[in-house]
């Protein structure tokens, strides 16, 4: 069965400093959700690509927060710089189109500890 | 923009026992709307969906759910539930016509005793 590959699955970093997270969608699949979770509530929408533009950013915290899906098909999410409030789950997220009656496939997860 | 409540944060239940999670939606037009589960170290996975037609939605594991449009309601419910039911449930919803964003409520934590 096709799944949605994040990497890395854990990561522990230091305020101010930079992370980055990865993600490949399923294969065909136009639309790619980055979420945010913290602990003890839903996923959050940070931005929405279809294909390799971006639909929606409204929730993403531009000023430390960036994100591409250059070729789109594999994503990079950015935190420059990490900040304590940025611990929680990174959720990547698939389907086949924005437009469509279809469900989002998500991926395993980073989970991100900022110390 | 469409927002999802999710009434029951915990609930805590014997095998056996009959299961009923609410979910409500605020959003005037039409949606499309989803439960999904993450049992304990795994990934957020799709249950059952509601797109058109009948209201009344069989997924997996024995699970269903009813969209009362004029409720804004669309509640999960399994008559009887097993120890491995026990996982997150989120209620998502994403409006037809826009950008068909998921918006997810807070999830209920369920936990099953044997």
């Known amino acids: 069965e096709a799944e949605v590959a994040q990497s890395p699955r854990y990561k522990i970093t230091e305020k101010s400093q930079a992370v980055a997270f990865w993600c490949d969608p399923i294969?065909?699949?136009?639309?790619l959700y980055w979420y945010r979770q913290i602990l003890g509530q839903g996923p959050e929408l940070l931005v929405q690509?279809?294909?390799?533009?971006?639909?929606?950013d409204s929730q993403l915290p531009k000023d430390r927060f960036s994100a591409e899906r250059l070729k789109g098909v594999d994503s990079t999410l950015k935190i420059q710089p990490a900040e304590l409030g940025d611990s929680a789950m990174y959720l990547c997220?698939?389907?086949?189109?924005?437009?469509?009656?279809?469900?989002?496939?998500f991926g395993q997860g980073t989970r991100l500890t900022v110390v | 923009a469409q927002s999802v409540s999710q009434h029951n944060h915990h609930v805590i239940l014997s095998e056996a026992a009959s299961l009923e999670l609410g979910c409500n939606y605020s959003?005037?037009?039409?949606?499309?709307l989803f439960w999904y589960v993450q049992y304990p170290g795994q990934h957020l996975q799709l249950l059952l969906k509601?797109?058109?037609?009948?209201?009344l939605v069989k997924g997996i594991k024995g699970f269903e759910a009813e969209f009362i449009k004029s409720k804004f309601s669309f509640n999960l419910r399994k008559p009887s539930v097993q120890w491995s039911d026990t996982a997150e449930y989120f209620c998502?919803?994403?409006?037809?016509?826009?950008?068909?964003?998921?918006?997810f409520g807070r999830g209920t934590s369920l936990i099953v005793h044997p």
């Open positions: 997220a698939s389907s086949l189109s924005h437009n469509s009656n279809t469900e989002a496939f």
């Open positions: 294969s065909g699949h136009a639309t």
């Open positions: 690509f279809q294909d390799e533009s971006v639909v929606d």
């Open positions: 959003y005037g037009g039409t949606v499309n």
């Open positions: 509601y797109f058109s037609g009948d209201p």
């Open positions: 998502a919803v994403n409006a037809k016509g826009g950008s068909y964003i998921p918006t």
